[in-house]
């Protein structure tokens, strides 16, 4: 079962901030969050293991309720580098990775 | 430090045509292999994965097949390709679950 992002798409101006969130019907072990440029392949942000744990890097954090089965990604005073698709990624007990419907960024100057 | 390999870049086939993609992995032994597909403007659609040597799991019915003949060597093959095959082939390796993923950096496919 795919994760359902929201939104599915988030126009910023430069220092604005922005929320992503993630959604599974499915029970969760980790979740990962991965940022895509147009034309490239996906990069790795981050990953919250099941604990509810918090995780932050630079401007940019991610919290995990295994509870509700929800990841939400938090972007800080965006850059314009910051703009491309976010996907959330899932895992179970398997070791595969559904990644969820994602959500493109777009910050402007 | 680990590296992964991913070839060609781009491919243009005609319908009917076989395929095979390959990606190998260095700096690393044991690794998950995945291969993901993502249409244009679309999501990552896990195609299959595998978790050692001939163990492959496949997550998606098609004309697809995938095989891991070496460690760290994942190959994508089609006997026929169809136009619906057009799409961004992307093969990843991870350390075991609950890991970071690393792409390779894609096959472009265009069937026609």
């Given at each position: 079962q795919q994760p359902v992002q929201s939104p599915q798409a988030v126009i910023l101006r430069e220092g604005e901030d922005a929320v992503i969130n993630c959604s599974s019907s499915k029970a969760l072990y980790s979740v990962h969050w991965y940022r895509q440029k147009h034309g490239e392949a996906p990069v790795f942000l981050m990953i919250l293991l099941k604990g509810g744990e918090q995780k932050g890097h630079d401007k940019i954090s991610a919290s995990f309720n295994e509870k509700k089965q929800q990841s939400s990604l938090y972007l800080t005073a965006?850059?314009?580098?910051?703009?491309g698709t976010y996907f959330c990624g899932t895992e179970g007990t398997t070791d595969k990775l559904i990644f969820g419907t994602g959500t493109r960024l777009q910050v402007f100057p | 430090s680990q590296t992964i390999h991913q070839w060609p870049a781009t491919l243009v086939q005609p319908v009917g045509s076989p395929l095979s993609l390959e990606c190998t992995v260095e700096g690393t032994s044991n690794p998950n292999l995945y291969w993901y597909r993502q249409a244009a403007g679309r999501g990552l659609q896990l195609l299959f994965y595998s978790v050692g040597i001939g163990q492959i799991s496949s997550e998606v019915p098609q004309n697809l097949s995938a095989s891991r003949?070496?460690?760290r060597q994942f190959i994508l093959s089609s006997k026929k390709l169809l136009l619906s095959d057009s799409g961004f082939y992307l093969c990843a390796w991870s350390n075991r679950l609950n890991s970071p993923l690393h792409f390779g950096n894609g096959t472009r496919l265009t069937v026609t």
């Open positions: 965006s850059q314009l580098s910051y703009s | 003949p070496q460690d």
